[in-house]
Nanobody
Framework: QVHMVESGGKLVQAGSSLRLSCAASGRSFGTYSVGWFRRTPGKAPVFVGTLNPRTSNTYYADSVKDRFTISGDNAKSTVYLQMNSLKPEDTAVYLC????????????????WGQGTQVTVSS
């Protein structure tokens, strides 16, 4: 079992930076890959990026490449999503989740999900 808890979301102005945290509890931390997704009302979660803690490899959606960065801190059992140059279209509920797949862009491949944290970017 892995319990995921997101935090750090808030209202910010376009062009601002924000860092989200995903605290993961469980013995499997450092083994499961962690994905970040974002969800808007009435739509399924959309892939943002993923981190494989076994290799430290990261992968990102084209829409956030060169703006968002995922990193991890094994000592704190926490994965971070650093978001820079935020745009209004980044507004969403951001969720983290874990998967046994090495790399996956698909929500159905993720087993454990957090409740999400709201990020709102004003124009």
């Amino acid at each position: 079992q892995v319990h995921m808890v997101e935090s750090g979301g808030k209202l910010v102005q376009a062009g601002s930076s924000l860092r989200l945290s995903c605290a993961a509890s469980g013995r499997s931390f450092g083994t499961y890959s962690v994905g970040w997704f974002r969800r808007t009302p009435g739509k399924a979660p959309v892939f943002v990026g993923t981190l494989n803690p076994r290799t430290s490899n990261t992968y990102y959606a084209d829409s956030v490449k060169d703006r968002f960065t995922i990193s991890g801190d094994n000592a704190k059992s926490t994965v971070y999503l650093q978001m820079n140059s935020l745009k209004p279209e980044d507004t969403a509920v951001y969720l983290c989740a874990s998967t046994t797949y090495t790399v996956s862009y698909h929500p159905n491949d993720y087993v454990y999900w957090g409740q999400g944290t709201q990020v709102t970017v004003s124009s």
